[in-house]
């Protein structure tokens, strides 16, 4: 059973948007649903995801665990960039997400990999079969996925050592100063919109992103980023930070754009096959949409 107080400053709140913010590791749906089911009582009465909350409530939440998941094969289109008996390195295209979560269920890159490989890493569990790492929804570029379970364990020791070389492309809004800059700034969650993350708070995880002018024009400016951590969002919120937001990315700040995606793409990787012991680079690139807008801008 889970207990919460309202406070005279949730006044007005949704209460399904208040249970949200207050309980970010369930999904909006799931929250929902136990409200529908009677599982929410607000001073021990069941109420509609639409109540108004008044300040002052006792809500108590008795929680219901979902049926598990588990990811189908799928046949959609996959461009493997590299791969061995331990790993395999696919080019993942914006708009795809790599797992399936919270209103997405089918379509991702999770469901053509099992349909391509059928055997992957079972470390992440049979809704997120080989995936060590992530890229948002609308970034492009090289992945890299796990055969087997001891190559999983491996590429995420990795990972948490540094050893991993990650670079990207950005096309950032504005003039930077300097060209070559270094943001170790902390990350956490943003306490006003959950959807968010957030370097502006003195605490957080820590997170080091470092850049370099690879060109300039009028209104932008192109960067090489190289990340030494994998924070959530990390590069468009230290960019961002800097108020250069990437372009396409509403979320951080940036004015609409023509792209329908973030002009952020996950150019190079380098690591050591956990099969061969030999240090991996594996390159994609830059797709075409983000070349034409490239190309557009003179």
Known sequence: MIQLSTLS???GQRLDTYLHSRLPEYSR???QQWI???RVQVDGRTQKRSYQLRGSEQIQIEPAELPPLRATP??????VLYEDA???AVNKPAGMVVHAGTGVHAGTLVNALLHRFQKLSGVGGELRPGIVHRLDRFTSGV????RTDAAHRDLAAQFGTRTVEK???ALVHGALKTDQGRIATPITRDPQRRVRMTSRLAHGRSALTEYRVLRRFQKFTLLEVRIGTGRTHQIRVHLSSLHHPVVGDKLYGAPSSP???FFLHAHRITFTSPATGERVTVTAPLPAELQHYLDSLG
């Open 9 to 11: 400053t949730d006044a």
């Open 29 to 31: 749906s799931r929250l």
């Open 36 to 38: 529908e089911t009677g």
């Open 74 to 79: 799928e046949e959609l289109p996959l461009e």
């Open 86 to 88: 331990a790993v395999i």
């Open 143 to 146: 992945i890299l996925v796990a």
């Open 167 to 169: 670079i990207y492309l």
């Open 259 to 261: 792209l329908g995606r």
